[in-house]
Structures are given as C-alpha cells and as structure tokens.
C-alpha cells in the first residue's frame, strides 16, 4: 500500500486556529505575511468553515468558532531572512491591525525578533537568525542576562 503524499505546504507539524475572526485573521494573514488562500469552505451566513493559507512554504489553517465552544488561537513563527525583512513584516503586521507585543531588536539567542497579537487572538513572532550560536553561547548570554 502507497502512502499518499501531504497536500503541498502541510509539514508534519503544521498550525491551526479556531476563532470567531476567522475572515479578519485571513485578511490579517493576507496583508502582514503575503498569506494566500489555497483552500476554503464557507458555510451559510459568510461562516468560512476552514481555510488554508500558504505563508511561504508552509500552510496555516483556520476555521470558524463553534458555537458554545472556545476560542483556540495559535502561537506562530515566522521566519525572515534578515533583520530589515522583520522590520518591514511588523510594520506591515501593525498596519493589519495587529497588537504589539515585542517591538522589533536582537535577542541574546541570535534572533531579531519582534512578536504581534492579530484579531483572533493569535500571537505571532516574525524573526530572522542574525547570530550563528552555539548552545553554550546562548546558555552563558542567558545566565548573563538573569545576573543582570
């Protein structure tokens, strides 16, 4: 028996999100991220029932809130290739209507990072590796940084 192949996008692990928000989050992924929908099924009332949005070489799927159910947002990294593409993706993230969390800089890991909360409650941290280190490096900037 032949195992049949993930749809494009989907990795072994690959993120979703349940909110009321649905088609803010979509609109949100869309301008902050150059999100595309790849797959969408919408219910009655403009209910978008689940969706699929590529985000580089990875898919995001969304779906709409149940009632009597609880929101289920979703925690996401997004990497950038370098520190200015961080800055222009927050600033873009802002502009969607996105919550700052963590304004953009470099962490003692080696990341520049910034981190924003969209409409539905999700958090996204867009980052790009500007440091090469090692475990020992980040444990010792660490400690530092807990001594300080």
């Given at each position: 028996?032949?195992?049949?192949?993930?749809?494009?996008?989907?990795?072994?692990?690959?993120?979703?999100?349940?909110?009321?928000?649905t088609a803010a989050?979509?609109?949100?992924?869309?301008?902050?991220?150059?999100?595309?929908?790849?797959?969408?099924?919408?219910?009655?009332?403009?209910?978008?029932?689940?969706?699929?949005?590529?985000?580089?070489?990875?898919?995001?799927?969304?779906?709409?809130?149940?009632?009597?159910?609880?929101?289920?947002?979703?925690?996401?990294?997004?990497?950038?290739?370098?520190?200015?593409?961080?800055?222009?993706?927050?600033?873009?993230?802002?502009?969607?209507?996105?919550?700052?969390?963590?304004?953009?800089?470099?962490?003692p890991w080696g990341?520049?990072?910034?981190?924003?909360?969209?409409?539905?409650?999700?958090?996204?941290?867009?980052?790009?590796?500007?440091?090469?280190?090692?475990?020992?490096?980040?444990?010792?900037?660490?400690?530092?940084?807990?001594?300080?």
């Amino acid at each position: 028996m032949s195992k049949i192949p993930r749809p494009h996008g989907h990795h072994v692990l690959t993120p979703s999100s349940v909110t009321a928000e649905t088609a803010a989050v979509i609109s949100f992924i869309e301008q902050a991220f150059a999100g595309k929908v790849v797959d969408r099924y919408d219910g009655p009332e403009g209910i978008i029932h689940h969706a699929e949005l590529l985000v580089g070489d990875s898919v995001v799927m969304l779906g709409h809130l149940p009632p009597n159910d609880a929101p289920r947002p979703a925690q996401l990294t997004v990497y950038m290739d370098d520190a200015d593409e961080v800055a222009s993706a927050y600033k873009r993230a802002v502009k969607a209507g996105a919550e700052t969390i963590d304004q953009p800089s470099t962490k003692p890991w080696g990341y520049h990072s910034a981190c924003v909360s969209d409409v539905g409650g999700n958090r996204w941290t867009i980052c790009a590796i500007v440091e090469a280190l090692n475990h020992d490096e980040i444990d010792q900037r660490m400690r530092a940084l807990s001594e300080a």
